[in-house]
């Protein structure tokens, strides 16, 4: 069994259907990662500098998807909101203290089967904020420095070279640009 899926294993989760709706269910982390998965809330935050780049980082090796690009992802815990969830994930991952404006701009669901017995099976919510602070990396969670990328190249490069980014970045992309933000956010 694929042990990065499987660390804080008692976490409890948000149970979801495939359009986001929660059922009211909490469902371990270990559960909802062994397949076939129990379908989970979890979320993706696209942090958006002034310069209309993305705050992105390299997955460390002991985190599923090493070495790919990717934005800031969580889980939605059982005694969280997701406002406080996000803010978790900004704190831990970047080192954003601050309360940003969270925009959501929508969801997508997904099933990835890793053929060791673990698996993601979740409704994403992707979620952006703007924020030009300071950004202190956790080494728990990345490769060396965050990197700025400009929005309209990784939008490009995750239609023409999706393997540089994890699966849900891709498929978060597609809701980015339609909310408009990839052009207004100056």
């Known amino acids: 069994m694929n042990k990065k899926l499987l660390d804080r294993a008692k976490q409890k989760l948000r149970v979801t259907d495939s359009s986001g709706n929660e059922t009211g269910k909490t469902v371990e982390r270990a559960k909802a990662h062994a397949c076939p998965g129990v379908k989970h809330l979890a979320f993706l935050v696209f942090v958006v500098n002034g310069s209309n780049e993305f705050v992105l980082h390299k997955r460390i090796a002991k985190k599923v998807g090493s070495n790919l690009l990717d934005s800031p992802v969580s889980h939605v815990l059982a005694n969280e909101t997701l406002v406080q969830a996000v803010h978790r ?3 831990h991952e970047y080192g954003i203290s601050e309360k940003l404006e969270i925009k959501k701009l929508g969801g997508f669901s997904y099933e990835k089967d890793y053929g060791d017995g673990t698996c993601e099976n979740e409704y994403c919510l992707v979620l952006s904020v703007n924020y030009s602070g300071g950004i202190k990396p956790n080494p728990e969670e990345m490769e060396g420095a965050v990197m700025l990328m400009p929005v309209p190249e990784a939008v490009s490069d995750s239609k023409n070279c999706p393997e540089k980014f994890e699966v849900w970045f891709n498929l978060a992309i597609p809701i ?11």
């Open 89 to 91: 994930c900004l704190k």
């Open 176 to 186: 980015f640009e339609k909310s408009g933000l990839a052009k207004s956010v100056s």
